[in-house]
């Protein structure tokens, strides 16, 4: 069975940082492009963040500079690094997997993703 894991949100003051990691299991995860969203409520699911096998990753403007992604495929994980985090990133973080070629998977569209965790919150507020 296909399955994506999150973990590490939690609470954090404007400014600090947040470490949010994803398992994959039953299947090559090496394979796909890896990918995290996030969605605030009442608001639209966003792409945050991609990483391709080869390891390019693409940003959303929001989090260009801020935010790192990466991956270990021989630990079959994905990490979404979050520095100077701000009340505006407070959402349920997702992690996503998907089949089609970078070129697809980089524009963040969540219906180039085929598979997906339960979510983790990350909350940042004073």
């Known amino acids: 069975q296909v399955q994506l894991v999150e973990s590490g949100g939690g609470s954090v003051q404007p400014g600090g940082s947040l470490r949010v990691s994803c398992a994959a299991s039953?299947?090559?995860?090496?394979?796909?492009?890896m990918a995290w969203f996030r969605q605030a409520p009442g608001k639209e699911r966003e792409g945050v963040a991609a990483?391709?096998?080869?390891?390019?990753?693409n940003y959303a403007d929001s989090v260009k500079g801020r935010f790192t992604i990466s991956r270990d495929n021989a630990k079959n994980t994905v990490t979404l690094q979050m520095d100077s985090l701000q009340p505006d990133d407070t959402a349920m973080y997702y992690c996503?997997?998907?089949?089609?070629?970078?070129?697809?998977?980089?524009?963040?569209?969540?219906?180039?993703?085929?598979?997906w965790g339960q979510g983790t919150q990350v909350t940042v507020s004073t």
């Open positions: 039953g299947y090559t995860y090496s394979r796909d492009c």
């Open positions: 990483i391709a096998r080869t390891g390019a990753t």
């Open positions: 996503a997997a998907s089949s089609l070629p970078w070129t697809d998977a980089r524009t963040l569209s969540s219906s180039n993703y085929y598979v």
